[in-house]
C-alpha cells in the first residue's frame, strides 16, 4: 500500500472507532489472512483487540475493507468484503472472512456473494453458532434469503458501517426452510449416519459431501480442488429453501482457494473432483459453467456414489 497507514472506520454502539495499522502490520495481517485461510481465530482477535487497543466489534467491523481485498469482481469491479463472527465448537468467537467472487462471460447467477463467502467459510470450518455479520454494504435480497436458511437467523446482528439490523428487520414475511416442513437449517443439519457406497471415493471428500445441507434436493456433494503447493480446497453443497440462493460445492470451494489469495489457473490447480449422490446428480452442469470461465485447467473428474441407508 502506499500510504503510510491502513484506516478503517467501523461504527460501533453509535461512535466511530478509527483502526490504523501501519503497513508492516497490514501486510502481516493480509499474510496471515492467506495462511489462514481467511480466519482469524479467539487469540488473533484478542492480541489484535489488545494491541489496538479496540473492543472485538470494533475489530470485526474495522477489518472488513480487508476482506474486501480477497474480492474477485471481473464483471462488476465492485469489491465486497464481509465477516462472520461465530462460536466454534469450543464455544470461542472466531472471525470468518468472506468476498465476493464473479466469472467472466457466465451467468450472473453463478457469482458468489460476500455474505455468503463469509458464511460459506464458517460452516465449512466448524462454526456453531452464527453471532453477527459485518458487511462493507447492504446485503441485497439474495443474501438475505440465504442468511435466512441459518439456525440463528432471527438472532444475529447484521453490522453496516453505519447502521445495525436484525434480518428481520430487513426480511419482513419472510420464506423460510420451515415453509418446505424442514425442521433443519444450516448449522442445524439433520443427524447423517450413511455413507457413500464407494470404497475408492476419497474420505475427506465423503466426509465433505456428507457434510453438505441438501433437504430439499437430497444430493449430498462435494468439490475438491487439488492445488501443486498449496493444498486441497473442499466446497460443500449448501441449498436455500428458495433454491437459488443455494451455494453450489465448486462455488463453495472456490470461494475457500480466494481466501487463501491464490488464483483459479492451470499454475495454480492440479485437479478438480466432483462428487454426487448417485440418483440425485444435479452439480455437473453448474460446475461445467463456472468452469468455462476459466482456460485450460484440468477436466472435471466426476464421481457420482450411491449412499448406504
Known amino acids: 500500500m502506499a500510504s503510510a497507514t491502513f484506516l478503517v472506520q467501523a461504527n460501533t454502539a453509535l461512535s466511530n472507532t478509527h483502526i490504523s495499522l501501519s503497513v508492516a502490520q497490514t501486510q502481516a495481517l493480509r499474510s496471515q489472512l492467506k495462511t489462514q485461510r481467511g480466519i482469524l481465530n479467539a487469540n488473533n482477535i484478542n492480541q489484535l483487540c489488545a494491541q489496538l487497543n479496540v473492543t472485538n466489534d470494533a475489530l470485526l467491523q474495522g477489518l472488513v475493507p480487508l476482506a474486501s481485498e480477497f ?40 457469482v458468489v456473494h460476500a455474505e455468503q463467502s463469509a458464511i460459506n467459510n464458517a460452516w465449512l470450518n466448524g462454526a456453531k453458532k452464527t453471532l453477527k455479520i459485518a458487511i462493507s454494504d447492504a446485503p441485497c435480497g439474495y443474501c438475505r434469503q440465504f442468511m435466512n436458511e441459518l439456525a440463528d437467523a432471527r438472532e444475529f446482528d447484521i453490522l453496516l458501517p453505519e447502521q445495525q439490523f436484525k434480518l428481520a ?82 462455488q463453495s470451494a472456490l470461494s475457500q482457494l480466494f481466501l487463501a489469495g491464490l488464483s483459479f489457473d492451470q499454475h495454480t490447480v492440479k485437479g478438480i473432483t466432483l462428487l454426487e449422490t448417485a440418483g440425485h446428480e444435479n452439480q455437473a452442469g453448474v460446475a461445467q459453467a463456472v468452469l468455462a470461465s476459466f482456460v485450460n485447467l484440468p477436466p472435471l473428474e466426476l464421481i457420482s456414489a450411491p449412499l448406504s441407508e
Not at 90 to 100: D, I, K, R
Not at 200 to 212: D, G, M, R
Not at 222 to 227: E, G, S
Request: glycine content about 6%; hydrophobic content about 40%; cysteine-free.
Open 71 to 110: 474480492a474477485v469482481a471481473p464483471v462488476s469491479n465492485f469489491h465486497v468484503g464481509a465477516i462472520v463472527k461465530a462460536l466454534d465448537e469450543s464455544g470461542e468467537v472466531n472471525f470468518y472472512f468472506g468476498a465476493n467472487a464473479e466469472f467472466n462471460r457466465q451467468a450472473l447467477s453463478l
Open 169 to 250: 428487520d430487513l426480511l419482513p414475511h419472510s420464506f423460510g426452510p420451515t415453509d418446505l416442513g424442514n425442521q433443519y437449517s444450516l448449522f442445524n443439519p439433520a443427524p447423517q449416519a450413511r455413507s457413500f457406497n464407494n470404497t475408492e471415493v476419497e474420505q475427506q471428500l465423503a466426509a465433505y459431501a456428507l457434510a453438505a445441507y441438501v433437504p430439499y434436493s437430497q444430493n449430498y456433494s462435494a468439490v475438491k480442488i487439488t492445488t501443486f503447493n498449496n493444498g486441497d480446497f473442499y466446497g460443500s453443497y449448501a441449498e436455500n429453501a428458495a433454491y437459488s440462493p443455494s451455494l453450489s460445492p465448486l
